[in-house]
């Protein structure tokens, strides 16, 4: 019975996730991964997500108090709306991944605690799917920010003044790290956004127009890099400054798709200083070798753990604990890791490129 039950669930995970995988993979190719989210508002409409409403109100209402005009903030609606749809297409996500992500605990269950004779290859099979399983929703993850920029910045946005604000308690303690290092985490967050919303938006655009807003976003970033740098050296009237920026980020983002100023500026001009004194943070690059070797080497490790864990024999409680602890573990570690996006976009050439940019933006 034991065996039965271990070879469905390994059987039912796998094909699931190839079922999965064949009609996922196109949309990673082609950037147009975006769930309809229905399992999210259903979740919303019956409560078992907070509404985000609140956020964006007390985002909005800490704007208005760093001297942000009321014509200059986002839209209500529209900002909750773009929260909300990424929040909901991300609940999808993982809802989509979390059934063979519970079928492959049923099968290591059953393969520790039933202790039925077997060889190593099948043991270590269950761990490996799942380490694959949460390598796989974090790529989709990863492809659905790369898929939903205006959504991504947005968030990113928001979660940058939360980290400068401290969530409007300046004296509140962050465990874990220094405020000025939250602070600068975020802000790196959300140029990198900018940056890939310039480059991935107007992707079917003219290559002109595809120039000036990379050249728009680099401006934006060296912007936002000064007044991080000015603000973590305790000139406090830099916050006024980041305040009317990144209003201008989410009022922009929040601008409806079919508008047709939608994807020709990112804020407004005014606000840039046409000649900040830095020519931004570097980008951050990665090696996809390094990342995949990294990935090979962690699923040997948890499958290893995981045979190791079958053989002894730990009461079916311990076990459970333990089981729970490596999969937390693995995705922690996956997480922190920085799972790099499938398909990236093609670099562009050294005169449209970012990293090369004059910083100013074409009339």
């Given at each position: 019975m034991a065996?039965?039950?271990f070879?469905?669930c ?7 996730m ?7 993979a196109?949309?990673?190719i ?13 979740a919303?409409r019956?409560?078992?997500?907070k ?7 007390r ?6 108090d ?15 709306k ?9 609940a999808?996500i ?10 492959l ?15 190593a ?9 799942l380490t694959?399983?949460l390598?796989l ?7 659905l ?9 947005t ?20 465990r ?7 602070l600068?985490?975020?802000?790196d967050d959300?140029?990198e956004a ?13 290559p ?6 990379r ?14 740098i000015?603000?973590?050296?305790g ?16 009022k ?7 508008s047709?100023d ?12 046409p ?28 499958a ?10 730990f009461?079916?409680a311990?076990?459970?604990v ?26 562009p ?8 940019s004059?910083?100013?933006?074409a009339?």
């Amino acid at each position: 019975m034991a065996k039965n039950i271990f070879v469905w669930c390994l059987f039912g995970s796998g094909l699931y996730m190839l079922t999965a995988l064949v009609f996922v993979a196109p949309h990673w190719i082609d950037r147009t991964r975006v769930p309809r989210g229905s399992i999210g508002h259903l979740a919303l409409r019956l409560r078992l997500m907070k509404p985000r409403r609140d956020r964006v109100l007390r985002v909005r209402q800490l704007l208005a108090d760093h001297q942000v005009a009321d014509a200059e903030l986002p839209p209500t609606d529209r900002l909750e709306k773009r929260v909300s749809d990424l929040t909901c297409s991300l609940a999808s996500i993982y809802v989509l991944w979390l059934l063979p992500f519970l079928g492959l605990l049923t099968a290591i269950e059953v393969v520790i605690n039933a202790r039925f004779t077997t060889n190593a290859g099948i043991a270590l099979l269950p761990w490996s799917l799942l380490t694959l399983v949460l390598v796989l929703a974090g790529m989709d993850r990863r492809s659905l920010e790369r898929s939903v920029p205006r959504e991504h910045t947005t968030h990113t946005a928001i979660r940058a003044w939360e980290a400068i604000t401290s969530h409007g308690e300046p004296d509140k303690e962050i465990r874990g790290h220094t405020r000025n290092s939250a602070l600068c985490g975020a802000i790196d967050d959300l140029c990198e956004a900018l940056e890939r919303q310039a480059e991935l938006e107007p992707r079917r655009t003219d290559p002109v127009q595809r120039t000036r807003l990379r050249n728009h976003a680099h401006e934006i970033v060296r912007n936002l890099h000064v007044a991080k740098i000015r603000l973590t050296e305790g000139e406090q009237e830099q916050l006024i400054t980041m305040a009317k920026i990144i209003a201008s980020v989410l009022k922009h983002a929040a601008t409806p798709t079919n508008s047709l100023d939608s994807s020709t500026r990112l804020v407004d001009q005014r606000l840039l200083s046409p000649a900040p004194d830095s020519n931004g943070p570097h980008r951050r690059t990665g090696s996809l070798a390094v990342k995949a070797l990294g990935y090979a080497l962690f699923v040997c490790i948890v499958a290893g753990a995981g045979y190791l864990l079958s053989l002894a024999n730990f009461p079916e409680a311990i076990t459970s604990v333990l089981v729970v602890v490596a999969v937390a573990a693995g995705h922690a570690l996956l997480q922190r890791m920085r799972l790099p996006a499938p398909f990236q976009a093609p670099a562009p050439d050294p005169e449209a490129s970012t990293g090369r940019s004059t910083g100013h933006s074409a009339p």
